[in-house]
Structure formats: C-alpha cells, structure tokens
C-alpha cells in the first residue's frame, strides 16, 4: 500500500511558477513511476509528465514540455513538478500517481497503469 500526499498548489498569475510535491509512504519508492495527472472543470483527468522508478526516464504532454519539469528523490520518497511560464489553461487539480513497475526505467502514460493516487492540489492561474 502507498499513500500519496500532493502540496504546492494556490493561486499564480499567468507567466509565474510553482512547484508541486508529492510524498509517499513505504519504502520501496524507487518501484515505482510516478506520474503527474490533472483535471480541469468538466473535463477528465489527462496525463501531464511521468517518471521512472530510478528517475532516468521521462516524458511530458507536448503542451507542457519546456515549461514543466519532473524529478524525483528517492531518499526523501517525494516526486516533484516545476511549473514555469504558467498559462490560464495550466488551471486544475494537480495529481500525484504511482504504478509498481518491473523495471526502473518504465514509466506509464495511462491512468490505469497506475495504482495509487493522491487527493490532488488545487492550481488557479490567474491573469
């Protein structure tokens, strides 16, 4: 069983940042890819960024990509988003996923790939 806390949301304006993090429990975090969803009103959960278990594999939504950045520590069982140069429609809630992997170069696209989830953070960019 993991569980998943996310924090670092609030209110931005656009071209600002933030940096979402998201702590697990256990102690065989580096099993894990971790991956970073979110959720706007009315529309569904969409895939941001994912990470592999030992953090040398990862890949972004194309709309992200030069703005957002994925990383991991393993010691500290925490998984981070840097949001740079954010948009109005960066706005939703921002979760945190795990999925047991085989090998720690994998990472997951889909959510059902992964196992556990947080209860999300709120980010609000404003203009």
């Known amino acids: 069983q993991v569980q998943l806390v996310e924090s670092g949301g609030g209110l931005v304006q656009a071209g600002g940042s933030l940096r979402l993090s998201c702590a697990a429990s256990?102690?065989?975090?580096?099993?894990?890819?971790m991956g970073w969803f979110r959720q706007a009103p009315g529309k569904e959960r969409e895939f941001v960024a994912a990470?592999?278990?030992?953090?040398?594999?990862?890949d972004y939504v194309d709309y992200v990509k030069g703005r957002f950045t994925i990383s991991r520590d393993n010691a500290k069982n925490t998984v981070y988003l840097q949001m740079n140069s954010l948009k109005l429609e960066d706005t939703a809630i921002y979760y945190c996923?795990?999925?047991?992997?085989?090998?720690?170069?994998?990472?997951?696209?889909?959510?059902?790939?992964?196992?556990?989830w947080g209860q999300g953070t709120q980010v609000t960019v404003s203009s």
């Open positions: 256990g102690r065989t975090f580096s099993r894990y890819a």
């Open positions: 996923a795990a999925g047991v992997t085989t090998y720690s170069s994998t990472y997951y696209y889909r959510l059902g790939q992964y196992t556990y």
């Open positions: 990470i592999s278990g030992s953090g040398g594999g990862r």
